[in-house]
């Protein structure tokens, strides 16, 4: 593949900067060392930064050559995962119990050789501005804390955009899913309260291990019955809880689960569901109910407009035969969903590699091949979207 000469130029720096990040792993909100590393570098490519915003978030502002009031986002994520490394690389993981498994050292390196690239040639009208967000792992939803910082507020853009690398996918193809790319997730707690008694008198008690077994059933059939048969959806029980003794009927049970889902509509009505039949259940029973949810990161959903705008983009740049159209969408999660809340953009998948480790994996690493072809990426889709 041929790179203009800028990103050619910086190819083994940006290698060096990949693997540093990775031998200094740092997970949510505590990118100290990794958020220094890149305010650093874009005031070495005289950047204007922003710091700490929604914890260790930078904000990179970079102005094109030609006056336009347009303005777009970058994103890219920081954190690593609270996981051991087993690759055996030279520049393996020195933190122990922490490993940029997601490949979250190379986004940023993408973004970093991007801004090089930009900052040299500014070939572009408007602004944009480079966003290094905290705490995308685990649900906590760095994205959201950026936002709640001001990100929109302060810098205002007309759309923002992210990649992930992904494995199992050839090397430099993209798949941009038209609206739903990833899955919500949602955590669900139902406390049903009976009548406790003595286990060979029954009658005198209202069993609340009885209404659980009936409301897991219940639940289950929410999504063949409720819902049109080519959504998708998912509700897992995965916890349940009653009892200390053989011979007690206990005064309470507990059950908990996931739901993940794939669009605000039928997420809020699933989850209005999932209490309204455990409620009706336990009553039916005698008994009665606590409902808890804790919401996890909404479901990701790319604009269609901006999905087509960037796949026209990656054609030009790389080829017709670069989008992937056959690849569906995940139920894993992720929060950069929350920007696509407030902005329109979409969430392209950039491939890594069929023979890459998975995700998460302790033998996963970053492909640096991708490097040059993230940075020619995020340049084209400036120039293109901002001529
Ligand atoms: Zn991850
Ligand atoms: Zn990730």
């Avoid at 000469?5 to 540093?20: A, H, L, V």
Wanted: proline share 4%; net charge neutral.
């Amino acid at each position: 593949m041929n790179f203009e000469k800028n990103i050619q130029d910086i190819i083994p720096s940006m290698e060096k900067w990949r693997q540093k990040i990775h031998s200094k792993p740092e997970i949510a909100y505590e990118e100290f060392e990794t958020s220094e590393f890149i305010a650093e570098k874009l005031k070495e490519f005289d950047i204007e930064v922003h710091k700490g915003i929604g914890g260790t978030g930078v904000v990179g502002v970079l102005k094109g050559n030609r006056k336009s009031n347009k303005a777009i986002g970058l994103r890219a994520d920081m954190d690593a995962l609270p996981m051991s490394e087993k690759t055996n690389l030279k520049y393996s993981s020195k933190n122990p119990g922490k490993m940029h498994a997601c490949g979250h050292d190379g986004h940023v390196t993408m973004l970093l050789g991007a801004a090089y690239n930009l900052s040299r040639k500014k070939n572009f009208s408007g602004t944009v501005y480079l966003i290094f967000q905290p705490a995308e792992e685990g649900g906590k939803a760095g994205a959201k804390a950026m936002i709640n910082d001001g990100l929109f507020d302060n810098f205002k853009m007309d759309s923002v955009w992210g990649i992930h690398n992904w494995p199992g996918l050839e090397l430099g193809k993209a798949v941009i899913h038209d609206e739903f790319a990833m899955a919500g997730g949602d955590l669900f707690e139902i406390n049903v309260i009976g009548k406790g008694g003595h286990a060979a008198q029954p009658q005198h008690s209202n069993d609340p291990v009885v209404a659980i077994g009936f409301i897991i059933t219940a639940l289950q059939t929410i999504l063949s019955r409720k819902i049109d048969p080519f959504s998708n959806a998912v509700l897992s029980i995965t916890k349940v809880n009653a009892g200390t003794a053989f011979n007690v009927i206990p005064e309470k049970a507990y059950i908990g689960g996931t739901l993940r889902s794939t669009n605000d509509k039928e997420r809020n009505y699933l989850l209005k569901k999932i209490e309204e039949i455990s409620k009706n259940t336990a009553i039916s029973h005698n008994c009665e109910t606590e409902f808890k949810i804790t919401p996890g990161y909404p479901p990701t959903i790319n604009d269609k407009h901006c999905a087509e705008q960037v796949r026209k983009i990656f054609k030009k740049t790389f080829g017709e035969h670069t989008v992937d159209m056959e690849h569906s969408a995940t139920m894993g999660s992720e929060d950069f969903s929350y920007m696509l809340k407030k902005r329109p953009g979409a969430y392209v998948w950039l491939g890594c590699g069929e023979k890459s480790e998975k995700l998460h994996s302790p033998y996963y690493d970053f492909n640096d091949k991708l490097l040059p072809i993230g940075a020619k990426y995020w340049t084209n889709l400036v120039e293109n979207l901002m001529p």
